[in-house]
């Protein structure tokens, strides 16, 4: 016959219980710090996305601006300004866009432009151009695009370039 020891099991304490709640603790701060810094990192990407877009929109319309022999029309005196539809403080409101793309982005607000005349009327071209100053004069002008969609979270860029046209003397 086979006697049974009557012994009472031994009592646990409960410190693996509490080990591996403290280890869930931990490792479940680190998921979430590890979270934060993930929505920190897209947001500043996106951030970046938004001020090269910004950037490139104001450029493009400056680069457009500048190719059009019509936008820096050799008129007016010292400040007198050509922008885009909408502008304030313009001689003239009729800045000509080729571009359709840019056209339709003027057309909703999202670009604007002033192409301004600097110094006087007409001057000698700069000795770098080299042109023959006798048969030149020059005119230059200030063009200053802006993109802005902050309304939107798109950004805000303001380029300004400066252009210099080359008049012949008839």
């Known amino acids: 016959m ?8 031994i009592k646990q304490r409960g410190t693996v219980l509490v080990v591996t709640m403290l280890f869930l603790i931990a ?4 998921a979430v710090s590890s979270m934060q810094a993930s929505n920190i990192g897209l947001y500043m990407a ?3 996305e938004s001020r090269i877009s910004a950037a ?5 319309l400056a680069d457009a601006i500048v190719s059009n022999p019509a936008s820096t029309p050799v008129v007016g005196d010292n400040g007198f300004t050509i922008c885009t539809i909408g502008e304030a403080n313009c001689n003239r409101s009729d800045l000509p866009i080729t571009n359709a ?4 982005q003027v057309a909703k607000g999202h670009i604007t432009a002033r192409v301004e ?4 009327l007409f001057r000698p071209p700069p000795r ?23 309304d939107e979270q798109l950004g805000r860029q ?13």
């Open 117 to 120: 005349r600097e110094g006087p």
């Open 27 to 30: 490792i479940s701060m680190l």
């Open 56 to 60: 490139q929109g104001a450029q493009a």
């Open 128 to 150: 770098s151009v080299e042109s023959s100053i006798d048969k030149f004069s020059s005119a230059s002008f200030e063009v200053i695009t802006t993109f802005d969609r902050t």
């Open 46 to 48: 996106q951030n970046e």
């Open 101 to 104: 793309v840019l056209a339709a």
């Open 158 to 170: 303001q380029i300004t370039e400066g252009v210099l046209v080359l008049v012949p003397k008839f």
């Open 2 to 9: 086979k006697y049974r020891s009557h012994r009472s099991p």
